[in-house]
């Protein structure tokens, strides 16, 4: 292959994209364009399919809305993705997810078991003020012992 091609696909590659794997449940905002206006766009579904391929990986999404399911598939490359945001993990043992298609959506969320690691924010803990840790260091009044052994109330 020529350097002029292997620079041109290497300059379309977009690395900022977050990995997916089947069974992810993801947010991908996309663009789009109405009339004279561009806006963006947020699906949010389940990986079912993911195809490697250099510039044309894709993956495919699906979502139950209103009891329709609905299906789209991204190029991975593609300027309209703007990102994907992997909001929870799966913990599935197939490649392709197609069989998501016959349950209804509480089902799928039944199969679909997600990973102990969920994705969450870390939680940051401030440090409380002075009064805060005088009180918590105070010593508690001994609670009254409850009844003896073998001694009725």
Do not use: C
């Amino acid at each position: 292959m020529s350097n002029d091609i292997r620079w041109l696909i290497e300059s379309k590659r977009r690395p900022s994209i977050a990995p997916v794997h089947p069974g992810d449940r993801v947010k991908v905002s996309v663009k789009t364009k109405e009339g004279e206006k561009e806006r963006t766009q947020v699906f949010h579904g389940v990986v079912i399919r993911v195809r490697k391929g250099g510039n044309n990986a894709s993956f495919t999404v699906r979502q139950v809305a209103y009891g329709i399911g609905v299906e789209r598939t991204f190029f991975q490359n593609s300027p309209y993705v703007e990102k994907v945001e992997v909001t929870q993990h799966g913990d599935v043992r197939r490649a392709r997810l197609f069989y998501l298609r016959g349950l209804s959506s509480k089902a799928t969320r039944a199969k679909l078991k997600a990973k102990a690691k969920a994705i969450a924010p870390e939680l940051v803990v401030e440090e409380g003020t002075a009064e805060e840790e005088a009180i918590l260091e105070e010593p508690q009044p001994a609670e009254s012992a409850g009844p003896q052994e073998g001694g009725r109330e």
